[in-house]
């Protein structure tokens, strides 16, 4: 479970994968100001390819996609990246069991990740050289194969509902008015007379059936 969730915590920024302080801070079990601290007093371990404060724009980029980021908005600071390398070498700088023992599950993340890219760039390549080598009747299948390996496209915006209409409520009064005032018409609406006997029909029907 926690290699599952290493995997979410960890963003590609300036084409690196990094991981932010306050996760890692998190993962460890300590305040995120005490690992920043700790970082602060051994700056030479952290080059910049091993620790950076992201810009205005990377964190605005992480607040829109990432809700635990909120808080950040309005924060004076900016909060620290850390690439692989300077994750590995926060272990030695915490000297704590619990970061040890975390870091050696993101090592393995990151690691796993690396390994998939290369097997996903070898088979890039592959597929190239076949479609190269063989007959374009091919070609159809070796596009196939390449959307396959393509990232997935985000959801399609809703186009409107779809299915069986269900009416609103106002629809559902406006309607039982339009009911109602057709039967009042009717129940309003004059009676014709007999021209023999100068009464309604109807009730000269009735009268009728009372003299049967």
């Known amino acids: 479970m926690i290699t599952e969730r290493i995997e979410e915590l960890i963003f590609v920024i300036r084409g690196k994968k990094v991981m932010m302080d306050r996760d890692l801070a998190e993962l460890y079990q300590v305040p995120t100001y005490r690992l920043n601290e700790q970082v602060k007093r051994n700056l030479k371990r952290f080059p910049e390819d091993f620790m950076f404060p992201v810009t205005r724009r990377e964190l605005k980029e992480l607040i829109a996609n990432c809700d635990r980021f909120a808080q950040l908005k309005h924060s004076s600071s900016l909060p620290y990246s850390f690439t692989e390398q300077g994750v590995a070498m926060l272990s030695s700088v915490l000297n704590s069991e619990r970061a040890v023992a975390v870091n050696i599950h993101i090592m393995r993340v990151f690691t796993r990740m690396r390994e998939l890219m290369l097997q996903h760039r ?67 609406a004059p009676l014709s007379l007999d021209p023999r006997t100068d009464r309604p029909r109807s009730k000269q029907r009735i009268d009728k059936r009372r003299d049967g």
């Open 122 to 188: 070898d088979l890039e390549k592959r597929i190239n050289e076949l479609e190269k080598k063989y007959d374009r009747k091919f070609r159809n299948i070796f596009e196939a194969i390449r959307k396959l390996l393509e990232p997935p496209h985000p959801p399609p915006k809703n186009k409107g509902p779809m299915g069986f209409f269900v009416p609103s409520k106002e629809s559902e009064i406006k309607t039982g008015s339009r009911i109602k005032k057709r039967a009042s018409e009717r129940k309003e």
